[in-house]
């Protein structure tokens, strides 16, 4: 079935087993982010083990998948209103910014007798989430120590996703001065300081890791082997885990320029084109419904993507050595929008395939 998307489980166990050893040689715990592949279940499973400390996701429905995994499972998206008992429900540490919504989980706790912990964000000038003031912080710090069926498990940042702001020694070592004060003020324990995400990795190679952060939450140096301040490759890992197998449905000769009055494609964006002369084109049966088209390369450095429809990805094939034909099978590396975008679309097929040392393979 195509289009495919091959995951390579042996590729993306070695990464977790890297990705845990340097966190643990450095006395940090390993959350390991599923979001990016949709959680599906037999990879999560496949892969975690007993390397990884936390499971987490943003989305409460792929949290729901992973129950059979013993593992506790972390929320990183602020949680709904609308979603409170699903959370209490499944997942063990939500992240959280609002007093509202912790109410309503205290509430809901209470209901469901159960203790939800919590992790309060603080955010350091990423300009995500989070409480910006320090103030405000403590503030709902004391506010949180007075509910019966929550407790405070710790606090965290984001950075890098939204401001694109680096983690540092110094708005790191921020975070972790905060945690020491709720600690020493309030006379608690808190277990949880995370300090962030793949971008991190690199500060903590670079031994410059304050003292204090216990935890990172790595999915795209899992997923791809690559930490996301600098876009540096991580020694040991692999980046060619995923890779997207599409089928040519179509190939013709023609105009690089369309013809006629240009308006708006199917995007309401008007786009610009080169004149290239005549190019032998290969139509490719996926589109922007599927795959976010610049988070993909083609394995044969002599395709150029032209770009793509709903439906359709055009490709110039003019200078390939190879001679492509209708059903032939097209391969390109994703990125991670890419295969974020892939894993959420129905209509791309995964299959889950290992290295070539076992010669198996499996339908998911």
Partial sequence: ???????NISKLKHNVDTLSQICKSHNID???VTKSYCAIPEVVEKISGDKVDYLADSRVENIKNLQNINIPKVLLRIPMLSEIADVVKYVDVSFNSELKTIYKLNEES????KVHKIVLMFDLGDLREGYFKEEELFSAVEEVLKL???KLFGIATNLTCYGAIIP????LGRLASLAKAIENKYNITLEFVSGGNSSSIDLLQNLKMPKGITNLRLGEAVVLGRETAYGKVIENTYQDTFKMIC?????KEKPSLPIGEIGMDAFGNVPKYEDKGILKRAIVAIGKQDIDIKGIVPIDSDIEILGASSDHMILNVSDCKQSYEVGDKVEFLVEYGGLLTSCTSKYVHKELVYSEFTQKQEAY
């Fill in 30 to 32: 390993m959350i390991m």
């Fill in 1 to 7: 079935m195509y289009p495919r998307l091959e995951i």
């Fill in 247 to 251: 089928e040519v449905v179509e190939i």
């Fill in 110 to 113: 209470k209901k469901q007798n």
């Fill in 148 to 150: 019966e069926n929550i």
């Fill in 168 to 171: 540092s020694e110094k708005n």
